[in-house]
């Protein structure tokens, strides 16, 4: 399989030459041809992002599950994500996670979103339209946190609604300098981060 292929080739940015089974496993349940627009859906297969519209993404397989794997998350974890669009990366989450919160700004996208969510029968999602900055209070703290577009600078927020001994995984950086970042908060509650491979993520947009 290609992602297997790229993490091999990874293995110096990654630290590991191989994705977890159980990600993997994941992205084999999701039909990802049914979170791409119709017209595209001869190359829902390809390893390669593609467009959905208001100049935002789906991201490639492999960095789907690459974020993914980062993430280790664990059957009974709350997720959140930032970024829904059209949902196939919340898809997987919720093959991994017991529930999985998502927050997209874009009303359209989080519309069409959640209808193909329901159209697969994911059913531990909740979705909301609003500023994926300031996570989502009301059901924090989560166990682990994935953005899948890029702010500048990780935003405070979402470090607050971290649980003590839980990741985040995002990209972050200036539009042509991203980077991909593991972050964690250790038991001591002290935030530590790691940069990883260089990326290509839509900028994030908030309401401020």
Same mark, same amino acid.
């Given at each position: 399989m290609i992602i297997a292929r790229y993490a091999s080739l990874c293995v110096e940015e990654i630290g590991k030459d191989?994705?977890?089974?159980?990600?993997?496993?994941?992205?084999?349940?999701?039909?990802?041809?049914?979170?791409?627009?119709?017209e595209l859906q001869e190359l829902a297969y /390809?390893?390669?992002?593609?467009p959905i519209g208001y100049e935002k993404t789906i991201s490639q397989p492999f960095m789907v599950a690459l974020m993914t794997d980062l993430?280790?998350?664990?059957?009974?974890d709350k997720v959140l994500e930032i970024g829904?669009?059209?949902?196939?990366?919340?898809a997987v989450l919720g093959e991994?996670?017991?529930?999985?919160?998502?927050?997209?700004?874009?009303?359209?996208?989080?519309?069409e979103g959640e209808r193909r969510l329901r159209a697969t029968a994911c059913?531990?999602?909740?979705?909301?339209?609003?500023?994926?900055?300031?996570?989502?209070?009301?059901?924090?703290?989560? !166990?682990?946190i994935i953005m899948t577009a890029a702010p500048k600078r990780i935003p405070q927020r979402l470090i607050e609604q971290l649980k003590t001994g839980g990741r985040m995984v995002l990209? /972050?950086?200036?539009?042509?300098?991203?980077?991909?970042?593991?972050?964690?908060?250790? !038991?001591?509650?002290?935030?530590?981060?790691?940069?990883?491979?260089e990326v290509r993520f839509s900028p994030l947009i908030t309401s401020h």
């Amino acid at each position: 399989m290609i992602i297997a292929r790229y993490a091999s080739l990874c293995v110096e940015e990654i630290g590991k030459d191989r994705l977890a089974d159980r990600v993997m496993e994941a992205m084999a349940r999701v039909p990802r041809h049914q979170f791409v627009p119709i017209e595209l859906q001869e190359l829902a297969y /390809a390893d390669t992002p593609l467009p959905i519209g208001y100049e935002k993404t789906i991201s490639q397989p492999f960095m789907v599950a690459l974020m993914t794997d980062l993430l280790a998350v664990e059957e009974h974890d709350k997720v959140l994500e930032i970024g829904t669009g059209f949902g196939y990366q919340t898809a997987v989450l919720g093959e991994l996670a017991e529930q999985v919160f998502s927050v997209e700004i874009i009303e359209e996208l989080a519309r069409e979103g959640e209808r193909r969510l329901r159209a697969t029968a994911c059913n531990n999602v909740q979705l909301r339209i609003g500023d994926g900055s300031l996570g989502w209070q009301e059901h924090a703290p989560f !166990d682990k946190i994935i953005m899948t577009a890029a702010p500048k600078r990780i935003p405070q927020r979402l470090i607050e609604q971290l649980k003590t001994g839980g990741r985040m995984v995002l990209p /972050a950086g200036q539009e042509d300098e991203q980077k991909l970042v593991v972050v964690e908060k250790g !038991d001591d509650r002290q935030v530590r981060t790691r940069e990883l491979i260089e990326v290509r993520f839509s900028p994030l947009i908030t309401s401020h």
